[in-house]
Structure formats: structure tokens, C-alpha cells
């Protein structure tokens, strides 16, 4: 669309209803502030400005709006006095001459960019005011959309509206586009000659009407204007988003098992033909290959796995883990910025922190890279073909060279060569009869401990 717009996110609200010590818009909806999900709706429409109107955490707020290559410019909005007044707080921005304004809300998180181009469609195409509706069957509540010979004449709150329009399904949902060259003047006129003695945004479809300029609305799918404003609604627009978002990767080729038990990050991205299995969880930063296998229980954040690469049952993938093709990081492991090569076994109840495995090493049962000091991090390097056997203490900083074999239950502190066979454990010794004695001591101990008064 070669058109120039301004998008005006209202997002200076106190948020009192989310009984929260931040703002609402900062609240995350897919581990990502609800605002940034606005800008990016904003910014599929082909809106590259954004005037940002904030209050409380002001510049916090700003902050997360960040996304992309979208302007964002902040304008403080000083005193509540209604949603027009909203609008104006940004009138700097509004008086450079866009061609298209549209006005959004920071708490409306799973809008997308499809009303919005629509909108901004209508305003091409001469309307001056477009209001941006929706359906539902539960309106009490909500302002009615009167619409006739194809114009919207009215919005109609509910304690105004009669028996008839209160009848009406089609709802405001506080989006609105304007045409640019005369949002100012349109604006200006909003008056708070109400209850309130507030500024009300809606009153621009009669205003712009009584000056015989076109109003009309577009409708959108009512789950995207859902709003939010307690922690419930947060929990139900969470619901929405992840199961818009599994479908969508489901269509395009992933297998999910138990959908409904996954849940994605908003930066998720998943593989054609990956299988993933009830209960998993991604954190931000993850990217799965196709045909990757993420069994059940599996916690993974910040990680990547390559293709034909198989995770858990009951794993945890941390930031900076990095699975090769073919490789396996089995049940009850955690993995920490390693990278595991391919081919490369990473079986079971092992703990894997700063270090790097080689292309088909076997890591046994219960090992450990003791990689922290209490101060620092240091890293342990795996060769290929390594063998590690089980109840293996690696500490770092260590360096096991290619075809290498750790006894099991080895404590190593040096580094081993290449071929070699390292053996860090005490020597076995027998003490006949002790056991008994131990036992017998123990047992005297336990009926001691009984006979006290």
C-alpha cells in the first residue's frame, strides 16, 4: 500500500485491574510482552511509524514496543481523560501529514495485521472515520455498531441503546483508522460534554458524519480484539495464542501428539516433519529442525536441534545447548550453552555445562562436567569416539582427546590424550566382618534413641 500511516497505540493506562506492580502491557503473552505482539501486528500492516502513548513504566514500556525496524516514538499522556484525549497526547506525531492514522491498543494482543490493512483499504478508498468490529454472540457489555446503506451512522453504547440495538451483534472494539489529513481537525472536535467530562474516541463517527465525511467499519474475528485486563483473561488470550500457533505449525507439517499440552514461545520455530510429544515446553530463543524427535516432559529454551536429533523423555535443554544431526540427549539430562556432536549419546541423568562433545562420543550414566568454581565457568572439550563411562566427574578446565576412555566413576582433572585410558578413582579395598560391625553399631544406635523416656 503506498500510502503513509501512523500507527497510535493507546498503552498509558494504570492497569489497576491486573492487581500488578508493573504495567499491563508489559505482562507476557508467549514469553513476550503483550505490546511488542501489537507492534508486530502493526508492523505486518505496513505501518513503519508508531506513536506510542504511555504512562505508567513509561519507559519501560518503550522498551518492549522495540520491535523490529518499526519507529517507535513515546508521548506521555499526563491525565485519563478518555480515549480521545489518548489520541492527542501523540498529536505531534499526527501534525507531520500521514496519509492514514490508525489507532490501536497495547492490551489487544492477538490482533493481527489483517483488519488493519483492511481499514486502512477503506480509507484509500475514501472513507474518513473506520471503525474496526466484531461479531459476537455474548455484546452486553460492548458498544453496538448501527450501520446503514453500507455507512456506519452510529456506536451506540448499551445504556443509550434501545431495545432493537441492543439486538445488534456487531461490536466496537476500540480500533479505529483516520484519514490523516483530517484526523487533527476531526480530533479537535471530540468534546467530554458527558457524565464523565472525558474525550471520547467514538464520538468521531458522528462528528466526522456532521460534517459529510464517510464512515464505515470492517469486521474482525472477535477472539483478536479480546482484550485484557486481570490475570483470568491474561490466562484465556495465553489459551487463544498458543492454539492459533500450534495450528499453524501443525499445518505446515509438525506433529504434535498431545497439542494441547505444548506449549510454544513466540519466537518458536519447529521443523517439517519434527515430532513432538505431550508436555513440552519452549522457552524463547528455540529452533528445532525438521525431523527432530522431542519426547514427553522436555523443558527447552534458547537451544537449537538439528535434524534427526532426538531429546528426552525429561530433559533440559538451557541456553547455548546446540544438538547435532543424529545425535541424543536422553531422560533426566540438562544441557547448558554445550554443543553435542553428531551421532553424539547423551543417554541418561547426566548434567552437560560449558563444554563440547564430539561427533558419535558416548556419554555415560550420571557424568557431570564440573564447570564452575563458585566464581567462574570454564569449559571441558570431548573428542570424537569418546567413550565416558558412567558416574564420570569432569573437571574443568579439561580437554579428552578423540578415542579416549574414562573409567567409570573417575574423578579427572587433567587432560587425557588422544587413545588413552584415564582411571581417576581410589583403590578398592575389603575390610571382612566390617559390614556387620557397622550394622550392629547402627542398630544399637536406632534402639538407644527408642529407649529414651
Known amino acids: 500500500m503506498e500510502r503513509t500511516c501512523l500507527a497510535v497505540i493507546l498503552a498509558a493506562g494504570d492497569s489497576t485491574r491486573m492487581k500488578s506492580s508493573k504495567s499491563k502491557v508489559l505482562h507476557p503473552i508467549a514469553n513476550r510482552p503483550m505490546i511488542a505482539h501489537v507492534v508486530d501486528a502493526v508492523a505486518k500492516s505496513d505501518i513503519s511509524s508508531v506513536a506510542l502513548v504511555v504512562g505508567r513504566d513509561a519507559d519501560e514500556v518503550a522498551s518492549a514496543a522495540q520491535v523490529g525496524s518499526v519507529k517507535i516514538e513515546a508521548f506521555l499522556q499526563r491525565e485519563r481523560l478518555g480515549t480521545g484525549h489518548a489520541v492527542l497526547a501523540a498529536r505531534e506525531a499526527i501534525a507531520r501529514g500521514y496519509d492514514d492514522i490508525i ?13 488493519l490493512t483492511a481499514a486502512r483499504q477503506l480509507l484509500a478508498e475514501g472513507s474518513d472515520v473506520v471503525v474496526i468490529g466484531f461479531h459476537t454472540d455474548k455484546p452486553t457489555g460492548y458498544g453496538r455498531l448501527l450501520v446503514k446503506d453500507g455507512e456506519l451512522i452510529a456506536i451506540r453504547e448499551e445504556r443509550d441503546a434501545t431495545d432493537a440495538e ?6 466496537n472494539s476500540g480500533l479505529m483508522a483516520i484519514n490523516g489529513r483530517k484526523a487533527l481537525d476531526l480530533l479537535s472536535r471530540i468534546g467530554n460534554g458527558n457524565a464523565k467530562g472525558e474525550y471520547y474516541l467514538t464520538d468521531l463517527v458522528e462528528i466526522a458524519r456532521s460534517i ?3 464512515v464505515t467499519a470492517v469486521d474482525a474475528p472477535e477472539v483478536e480484539m479480546m482484550g ?8 484465556v488470550i495465553e489459551r487463544f495464542w498458543q492454539e492459533r500457533r500450534r495450528h499453524e505449525m501443525m499445518i505446515s507439517g509438525v506433529t504434535m501428539i498431545a497439542p494441547e499440552t505444548v506449549s510454544l514461545s513466540y519466537d518458536t520455530v519447529i521443523g517439517q516433519d519434527a515430532l513432538i510429544e505431550p508436555n513440552v515446553v519452549f522457552g524463547p530463543g528455540t529452533t528445532i529442525d525438521g525431523g527432530a524427535v522431542i519426547h514427553a516432559f522436555s523443558h527447552i529454551e534458547g537451544a537449537h536441534v538439528s535434524a534427526g536429533a532426538t531429546v528426552g523423555p525429561f530433559a533440559r535443554l538451557r ?7 543424529g545425535s541424543k540427549v536422553g531422560n533426566f539430562c540438562e544441557v547448558k550453552n554445550g554443543k553435542i556432536g553428531e551421532g553424539a549419546k547423551v543417554n541418561h541423568l547426566t548434567y552437560i555445562g560449558d563444554a563440547k562433545i564430539g561427533a558419535a562420543a558416548n556419554i ?4 557431570i562436567t564440573c564447570n564452575y568454581d563458585g566464581v567462574n565457568k570454564y569449559e571441558t572439550l570431548i573428542g570424537a569416539n569418546t567413550f565416558i563411562g558412567s558416574n564420570s566427574s569432569l ?7 578423540d578415542n579416549a576412555y574414562v573409567a567409570s566413576g573417575s574423578v579427572i582433572t587433567a587432560d587425557v590424550p588422544a587413545d588413552a585410558l584415564a582411571l581417576g578413582r581410589a583403590r578398592q579395598e575389603l575390610k571382612p566382618g566390617r559390614a556387620t560391625v557397622l550394622r550392629e553399631r547402627a542398630l544399637a544406635i536406632k534402639a538407644a534413641k527408642k529407649a529414651k523416656p
Open 319 to 325: 541456553p547455548g545447548a546446540d544438538l547435532a544431526a
Open 364 to 367: 555415560g550414566a550420571g557424568t
Open 212 to 214: 459529510g465525511g464517510r
Open 103 to 115: 489507532v490501536t491498543c497495547g492490551d489487544v494482543p492477538l490482533q493481527t495485521e489483517g483488519p
Open 395 to 401: 573437571v574443568a578446565p579439561v580437554s579428552i582427546g
Open 166 to 171: 441492543r439486538a445488534v451483534k456487531w461490536c
Open 228 to 235: 485484557c485486563n486481570n490475570r483470568a483473561e491474561l490466562a
